[in-house]
């Protein structure tokens, strides 16, 4: 038996060089070149630029053939598979691994359960067909620029880093359960998807202890995604670039655990038609920030549910790409200010903290969590941190309109509404204490301006009946036709009417000032002739009858009511100083 025979018996198939020789006993002349590379620990270059596939024409009959050039720049997949397993004795590769360029790659390149011995690179590379890598153990894995059908790589690991800069994956990239201690690096990338696969990027339960990049930073594009990116239950250490992406379905990291920060600043989520995505983050866990800075286009929602992060970095037009929030349970410890970089220069982001912002931010969730199912804690995160931070001025804002959302939501109603209505308006819900003074204060103005109308029309009269059957005052009938406070003689002998004090009195009613006692509105007056109910419609001058003043009964009203407003806000300054009402 012939010694390469031999040797052929003794590894699996695929693994000898002897089964890639042709009758000449030689190989492709890419694959010579790369061969001869591998050795020494050099790059293959068999490119420029990556080659593409162009038929001839119809005349030749020979649709889809590759041509002259495109057949010196082939590489079997298999063989590229021989090498990246490490070869044989007759074809050693060095410590390096294999790294090719401008190489056309035909067929699937199938590393599934493979234990690769050193890295591999490709650069400018077409693979006509599959990468397949699910359960492989790879060092390393680096494309740029390079095109692919698909990448099937669940339960990968990967000790190294998996690269796909400025790569174009026709299909789905399946990293789903992968290991990957290194980084994650799609910048420039853009990812496809088939008719029976919605994903562009699976990535579910993968564990990536370096950073996962999309950025246009180290790519020369931005990165596009067609179908859906999908994170979900991933456990992310060195944390998530996701700058200038464009994605054209779902982003999902449910459930992620990401060690560092999750920059999604100046991503670009497309809908078309009536087909609006979602970015989801519920239950996330982000230990560094949340940046949500310049974000465009349009989503139908962007779910922050139990989400917990460190910080917050936004700016009001990112969330505005979404028709409708889901803050239930988001945590946050403080909105910080960061520094964004540009081709020309630095700038500096500051993050909005003024309530009126925060507000419409709140109220951009769903209808039903500002509804029936209203969920108050978004709005007392937002009111924590404000106060934390020490804005307490906006954070009081925040807590007002909280109890404004609460009744609007119908969950203060009934005679509880009526009070609540009360309370805000007086006391600010606790929050504006100095706002009773202020009503008090416009309150006791007002009424004693009416009271002095009143008392200027004869309309106030003493409360003590001897006074009003007294003769010695008939001359303050004669003087001051029905007006006592005008009379200079029941002045030296009763309380003297002063429309300020008496508004007082009313409204303070424990001070007991005595003008409540001693005077009040006259509801009847003599009169010449009544109409309707014993109205008096006739001159007083000629009065031959009783009737009812309609400004004696108004002003009657008014003192009443008066009254009552004093003992409400008597009643509600008690309750807030004993501690009965509180603010939360």
């Known amino acids: 038996?012939?010694?390469a025979q031999a040797r052929l018996q003794k590894r699996p198939k695929g693994r000898t060089l002897a089964e890639f020789l042709n009758k000449q006993n030689e190989l492709l002349p890419a694959e010579q070149k790369l061969l001869d590379a591998c050795a020494k620990g050099e790059r293959a270059k068999i490119g420029s630029t990556r080659p593409k596939k162009e038929p001839h024409t119809k005349d030749s009959g020979q649709e889809g053939l590759a041509n002259e050039e495109l057949q010196k720049r082939t590489i079997r997949a298999d063989f590229l598979r021989f090498l990246v397993l490490g070869g044989d004795s007759d074809a050693p590769v060095h410590e390096k691994g294999a790294h090719v360029v401008g190489a056309w790659i035909d067929g699937d390149l199938d590393l599934d359960t493979c234990h690769a011995a050193a890295p591999f690179t490709l650069d400018d590379c077409h693979i006509d067909g599959s990468l397949e890598i699910s359960d492989a153990d790879l060092p390393g894995l680096y494309l740029t620029r390079c095109v692919a059908k698909q990448i099937n790589g669940d339960r990968l690991c990967c000790s190294g880093s998996l690269h796909l800069n400025d790569s174009v994956i026709d299909g789905a990239t399946h990293l789903g359960g992968a290991h990957i201690t290194g980084d994650l690096d799609c910048s420039g990338a853009s990812l496809g998807r088939t008719a029976d696969d919605a994903f562009s990027l699976y990535c579910e339960a993968a564990e990536i202890?370096?950073?996962?990049?999309?950025d246009s930073e180290n790519g020369s594009q931005p990165f596009h995604a067609l179908g859906k990116t999908q994170f979900d239950g991933a456990l992310l250490r060195g944390g998530v670039n996701f700058v200038a992406g464009t994605f054209e379905d779902d982003v999902s990291?449910?459930?992620?655990?990401i060690s560092g920060d999750l920059d999604l600043s100046e991503s670009n989520f497309v809908s078309s038609g009536s087909a609006v995505h979602e970015l989801i983050l519920t239950r996330a866990e982000i230990s560094?920030?949340?940046l949500f800075i310049k974000l465009n286009g349009r989503l139908a929602s962007i779910s922050l549910r139990g989400v917990n992060t460190n910080a917050l970095v936004d700016d009001e037009q990112s969330w505005k790409v979404a028709d409708e929030l889901i803050l239930d349970g988001f945590r946050y410890k403080r909105f910080i200010d960061t520094e964004i970089s540009s081709t020309k220069e630095t700038l500096r982001h500051v993050s909005p903290i003024d309530a009126e912002m925060r507000i419409r931010w709140l109220c951009r969730q769903r209808k039903q969590d500002l509804g029936a199912n209203f969920k108050?804690?978004?709005?007392?995160?937002?009111?924590?941190?404000?106060?934390?931070?020490?804005?307490?001025?906006?954070?009081r804002l925040v807590s007002i309109e909280l109890q404004v959302q609460l009744r609007r939501a119908g969950k203060i109603a009934g005679v509880r509404k009526i009070w609540h209505i009360a309370y805000g308006l007086l006391y600010g819900y606790g929050y504006r204490p100095t706002r009773l003074i202020f009503w008090v204060s416009g309150a006791l103005i007002f009424f004693a301006a009416t009271y002095w109308w009143a008392a200027e029309q004869g309309i106030m009269a003493p409360t003590d009946r001897s006074v009003l059957s007294d003769p010695r005052y008939d001359m303050c009938y004669r003087q001051y036709p029905f007006n006592w406070t005008k009379c200079e003689l029941i002045k030296r002998t009763y309380t003297v009417f002063n429309?300020?004090?008496?508004?007082?009195?009313?409204i303070i009613p424990i001070l007991g000032l005595q003008q409540a006692k001693d005077w009040a509105p006259q509801?009847?007056?003599p009169c010449a002739e009544t109409g309707f109910s014993g109205i008096c419609v006739s001159p007083e001058d000629s009065a031959t009858v009783m009737g009812y003043s309609p400004f004696g009964?108004?002003?009657s009203i008014f003192a009443r009511l008066e009254n009552l407003f004093g003992w409400l806000a008597g009643l509600m300054l008690v309750a807030v100083a004993s501690g009965f009402v509180k603010r939360e």
């Open 253 to 257: 990291f449910l459930g992620a655990t």
């Open 376 to 395: 108050p804690q978004p709005w007392e995160q937002l009111i924590v941190v404000l106060r934390e931070m020490g804005h307490f001025e906006q954070s």
């Open 288 to 290: 560094g920030r949340l």
């Open 553 to 555: 009964i108004l002003i």
């Open 499 to 506: 429309p300020v004090v008496y508004s007082l009195d009313l």
């Open 523 to 525: 509801v009847t007056r």
């Open 1 to 3: 038996m012939p010694a």
């Open 209 to 214: 202890s370096g950073t996962v990049f999309i």
